[in-house]
């Protein structure tokens, strides 16, 4: 065994490196002589922010980790969704922050604004990587001036997030994992079928509704059992299987392959058995942590309209637009958001056979 070195007691201080951590806080406007006292703000709470997305990015890497085998153990899911659970707190945490950053006034920030041309928080490479390892593609992205996202990085940075675009992205891992969802095939119950029977039966009674329903114009009738028809289509894209080798997502809204979504709108409609209660668990916390981030840009954007209103933004962009229309594109897993476009009522799911049932519960039988 391999001696090891005697060591003093450790100092908290030492530990956290926190001459270089509080000594890290060097103000723009100082350097111009005329320093601005909400800056030591502005500088704190972004450094919060690029602290806690290397924590995201360490919780990610490891939730990544668990889904690239082609099967993944019980124990390892339960860990998944702990650490899952701890990015949507710390995602609570930065939208908390918002509020410490709107305790600066517009006055006070273009007391040293124009010192931070054209740094910009689209420069945070760390939350590009987030948004890469969850599943981003390039070409879903808003494009500032018709640039890649990775022309405002330094030459380093940008090869960082470009090799991330190369992995498997937390989606791609997710739709697998789902495609390989052992009870969407359950014998000679052929779940499918009876669900698609009682949509049907839901659809039918929606339309007779609408048309004796003596409160509404015709033309109001023609409104809403267009609506109808359009979920229908929804509901038969979803259980069409397509002709030939492989399926088109184009025009279908969808995200993800038809196979994941059938196997996540199952384990939605079947949460209560016991099987299931982990993976649902999982899935709703990847649909918490995209609703989380939407918040999260939407408050961003109504700060930098407080701030500066209509102005562009420091980095170039279009300021709070930009910020406005990214909360509504910059979606991966909406379709675990939408699952509920997808549910009909309790009483009126398929009953699962005994044995499906059995197969899904905590079973212990006593030794005799």
């Known amino acids: 065994m391999k001696n090891e070195k005697p060591r003093g007691p450790l100092y908290y201080a030492s530990y956290l490196q926190l001459d270089r951590l509080l000594g890290s806080q060097g103000m723009q406007s100082a350097l111009h002589g005329r320093p601005a006292h909400d800056e030591m703000l502005f500088i704190i709470v972004h450094q919060a922010y690029e602290l806690w ?13 668990t ?20 990015i949507v707190e710390i995602q609570r945490v930065l939208i908390q922050q918002v509020d410490v950053l709107e305790t600066m006034t517009p006055l006070d920030f273009l007391d040293f604004r124009d010192d931070l041309i054209p740094a910009s928080g689209f420069q945070s490479v760390q939350f590009r990587l987030i948004e890469n390892e969850l599943g981003m593609r390039r070409g879903d992205r808003i494009q500032i001036h ?30 697998s994992w789902l495609e ?18 009682a949509v049907d039966a839901m659809l039918d009674a929606d339309r007779a509704s609408i048309r004796s329903n003596p409160t509404l114009t015709e033309s109001e009738k023609a ?4 609506g109808i028809e359009a979920t229908a289509r929804r509901f038969a894209d979803l259980f069409e299987q397509p002709a030939g080798e492989g399926e088109s997502r184009e025009g279908t809204g969808r995200h993800f392959s038809r196979r994941a979504l059938q196997a996540a709108l ?28 939407t918040t999260w ?36 897993f909406a379709d675990l ?19 499906v049932r059995s197969r899904m519960g905590f079973e212990f039988r006593s030794p005799r």
């Open 180 to 197: 390989r969802t052992p009870f969407l095939q359950f014998g000679n119950f052929d779940f499918w079928r009876e669900y698609r029977g």
């Open 297 to 332: 840009r939407q408050r961003h954007a109504q700060m930098v309209m407080r701030m500066i209103g209509t102005r562009i933004g420091t980095g170039g962009s279009s300021g709070h637009e930009y910020l406005d229309r990214t909360a509504e594109s910059h979606k991966v």
């Open 67 to 86: 889904f690239r085998g082609s099967r993944v153990v019980d124990e390892e899911l339960g860990q998944a969704a702990l650490r899952l659970g701890r």
């Open 266 to 293: 199952l384990i939605n409609l079947y949460r209560d058995e016991p099987i299931l209660h982990l993976p649902f668990r999982l899935l709703a916390l990847l649909a918490d942590v995209e609703r989380n981030f």
């Open 53 to 65: 997305f290397k924590q995201i990015l360490w919780e990610l890497d490891a939730v990544l980790a």
């Open 223 to 226: 409104t809403q059992l267009s």
């Open 337 to 355: 958001s939408a699952l509920a476009s997808f549910f009909i009522p309790r009483s009126a799911l398929p009953k699962l056979p005994p044995e």
């Open 146 to 175: 018709d640039a890649p996202y990775t022309s405002r990085f330094s030459a380093e940075d940008a090869t960082r997030a470009e090799a991330s675009e190369k992995e498997p992205s937390l989606f791609d891992l997710i739709e």
